[in-house]
C-alpha cells in the first residue's frame, strides 16, 4: 500500500471528538485511508445530531485483513459501546470502551499493517484513575517504552516540557541531568528523521529568571552542565533562558524548539500563540502517535461550534509522512 492507513482512535466517547472528526473529513481529503476505531451506534447518533449523516459514508469493518480500505469512506472497526444518547456526562462508565479501542489499535500495529495512530482526548480522571500521568505515559508502559516526550509541534515554532502532567511540588525531584538528555536526544532524532535538519533548542529555567532564594540553584547545578555537555557533543542547545521572556517575538525566532522544566511553562504561551494549530507527538514509541491538541472539552458537546485545526494538523502530518 503506497500510503499507509493511519488508525484514529475516538477516545471519550462522549467529547467532542467525533465532531471535529467529521468536519476534518468534510474540509479536506486525504491520501491515506482512515481506520477509526469507535462504536457503530455512537457514530449514527452523533451524525444524526450534529447533521452530518448524508455527507459522510460509512462502512464497518468486520475483518481488517480480508478488506480492501476505502479512501473515501470512514473505515470503522466497531467495538461495543452502550449508550442510547449521543451525548451524556463524561463518567468511568466509558473506560472499558476506551480501553478496548486502544487494545484494539494496538494489535493492528503491532502487526506491522501501519506506524501511524491519532487518538482522541480522554478523561484522565476517569480512564487514566491516577495510574499514569496521561496518555503519553498510558502508551509508553503498554509498549515498554523507557523513554519518551511529550512534543507540542507547529511548524514555526514547537515546545517539549521535561516533565508532563506532575503536580507543580513535585517537578523539581524530576529534573536530572539524564532526563534531560534523553528528551533533548528524542527530539533531536525526531527532527532529523522526520523533518531532515538539527533543531535549534531553548532551554528554559526552572526558576523565576533562573535565579532562587535557595541554597540549591537546579540551573546552576543541573541545567547549565546539562546544555554544555549537550553542546560539546554536537546539538544546538543553548539556556536556560528565562522563561518570561523567551516567547517574545525576537526571541523565539532564534529556536525551533523551546524547553520546558513543567507542562503549563511552555504549553500556556504556544497555545497563546497558536492556539489550535499545533499538535502532540509522543517520541520515542515504536510507532507514530499524534493526538490533537485539545481535550474532551465537555462544555463544547453536541453544540458543534468546536475547531478541526488541530486534527487536520494531525491527519495531514501522518498522510505525508
Known amino acids: 500500500m503506497k500510503n499507509k492507513p493511519i488508525i484514529i482512535v475516538n477516545g471519550e466517547p ?4 467525533l465532531e471535529i472528526f467529521f468536519k476534518t473529513l468534510k474540509y479536506k481529503k486525504f491520501k491515506s485511508p482512515l ?11 452523533q451524525m444524526k445530531k450534529l447533521k452530518f ?12 485483513n480480508n478488506y480492501k480500505l476505502d479512501n473515501n469512506s470512514i473505515n470503522l472497526i466497531n467495538i461495543k459501546l452502550n449508550q442510547k444518547k449521543a451525548f451524556i456526562k463524561i463518567s468511568n462508565k466509558s473506560k472499558s470502551f476506551i480501553k478496548n479501542s486502544f487494545n484494539t489499535a494496538l494489535t493492528i500495529l503491532n502487526q506491522g499493517i501501519t506506524d501511524k495512530l491519532i487518538n482522541g482526548p480522554v478523561s484522565k480522571k476517569y480512564f487514566l484513575d ?23 509541534y507547529n511548524k514555526d515554532l514547537s515546545v517539549c516540557p521535561i516533565t508532563t502532567h506532575l503536580p507543580i511540588k513535585m517537578v523539581t525531584k524530576m529534573i536530572t541531568k539524564k532526563i534531560i538528555y534523553e528528551k533533548i536526544s528524542l527530539l533531536n532524532n525526531f527532527y532529523l ?20 532564594i535557595d541554597n540549591f540553584n537546579e540551573d546552576e547545578k543541573i541545567l547549565k ?10 546539538y544546538k542547545i543553548s539556556g536556560p533562558y528565562s522563561a518570561d521572556t523567551i516567547f ?24 497563546t500563540l497558536y492556539e489550535y494549530d499545533a499538535i502532540n507527538i509522543t517520541l520515542g514509541l515504536p510507532f507514530t502517535r499524534i493526538s490533537p ?11 458543534n461550534l468546536s475547531n478541526p485545526l488541530s486534527l487536520i494538523k494531525a491527519i495531514s502530518f501522518l498522510d505525508k509522512n
Open 193 to 212: 528523521t522526520n523533518l531532515g535538519f538539527k533543531p535549534k533548542i531553548a532551554v528554559l529555567g526552572i526558576n523565576p529568571h533562573c535565579e532562587t
Open 130 to 152: 491516577k495510574k499514569y500521568l496521561g496518555i503519553t505515559e498510558y502508551l509508553a508502559k503498554k509498549c515498554s517504552s523507557k523513554k519518551v516526550a511529550m512534543l507540542i
Open 248 to 271: 517574545l517575538k525576537n526571541n523565539r525566532k532564534k529556536f525551533n524548539v523551546i524547553v520546558g522544566m513543567y507542562h503549563d511553562q511552555v504549553l500556556t504561551p504556544l497555545k
Open 53 to 64: 449523516q448524508k455527507d459522510i459514508k460509512l462502512i464497518d469493518i468486520k475483518n481488517l
Open 14 to 17: 462522549n467529547s467532542v471528538f
Open 35 to 45: 481506520i477509526l476505531i469507535s462504536s457503530l451506534e455512537l457514530l449514527r447518533l
Open 293 to 303: 491538541d485539545h481535550g474532551p472539552n465537555a462544555e463544547m458537546l453536541g453544540k
Open 225 to 234: 552542565p546539562a546544555i554544555k555537555h549537550l553542546n560539546n557533543i554536537g
